[in-house]
């Protein structure tokens, strides 16, 4: 069964960092590229981040360029966002993706 | 970045009904549309990708068409577990953009 399960989302405040974690399952995760996306509350969704299977091309949408860090760990099967200079409007649900398989999300809470 | 306009924002629809959601890019994507559902507390499931190709597990009544600007997912015969908000994704070209979702009622 495949799985992907997000963790380290908290309530963090402006200008703070945060690393969220993905711990992949079920499926060859050095095969697949992978992704962010959030979901801000009653919002519609967002596509992030993205990562070649390798790790050597990396993607990401303007407002987090420059603040957010894309990365993995095939070993482990572990996708990573390291989320520096967080803001309010990064206050999200965030998914780990392929695409095609989700993970359940974490929230991050960006407030003072 | 390409721009993905969908419509109906919200349905409301009858059990049985044949119900049709629309996205509409703002220039060609090719095939490269995916269609989610999402119930509410959930995460995103894949319906279809590519366009037209329904993913495994899926149940018939859903299908997508459409290429280049325009596309469409059509649900045969609405069913009461299909309640739930739709997605639109290109996946074209970078940024991945989503439309804003059409969110499916019963009536």
């Known amino acids: 069964e495949v799985q992907l399960v997000e963790s380290g989302g908290v309530l963090v405040q402006p200008g703070r960092s945060m690393k969220l974690s993905c711990a992949a399952s079920?499926?060859?995760?050095?095969?697949?590229?992978m992704a962010w996306v959030r979901q801000a509350p009653t919002k519609g969704l967002e596509w992030v981040a993205t990562?070649?299977?390798?790790?050597?091309?990396?993607y990401y949408r303007d407002s987090v360029k420059g603040r957010f860090t894309i990365s993995r760990d095939n070993a482990k099967s572990t996708l990573y966002l390291q989320m520096d200079s967080l803001r309010s409007e990064d206050t999200a649900t965030y998914y780990c993706?392929?695409?095609?398989?989700w993970g359940q999300g974490v929230m991050v809470t960006v407030s003072s | 970045d390409i721009q993905m306009t969908q419509s109906p924002s919200f349905l409301s629809a009858s059990v049985g009904d044949r119900v049709t959601i629309n996205c509409k890019a703002s220039q060609n994507i090719n095939r490269y549309l995916n269609w989610y559902q999402q119930k509410l507390g959930e995460a995103p499931k894949l319906l279809i990708y590519?366009?037209?190709s329904l993913q495994t597990g899926i149940p018939s009544r859903f299908s997508g068409s459409g290429s280049g600007t325009d596309f469409t997912l059509t649900i045969s015969s609405l069913q009461p577990e299909d309640v739930a908000t739709y997605f639109c994704?290109?996946?074209?070209?970078?940024?991945?953009?989503f439309g804003a979702g059409t969110k499916l009622e019963l009536k």
């Open positions: 990562i070649s299977t390798s790790g050597g091309s990396t």
């Open positions: 590519n366009a037209n």
């Open positions: 079920g499926f060859t995760f050095s095969s697949f590229p």
């Open positions: 994704l290109q996946h074209n070209s970078w940024p991945y953009t």
């Open positions: 993706t392929t695409a095609r398989y």
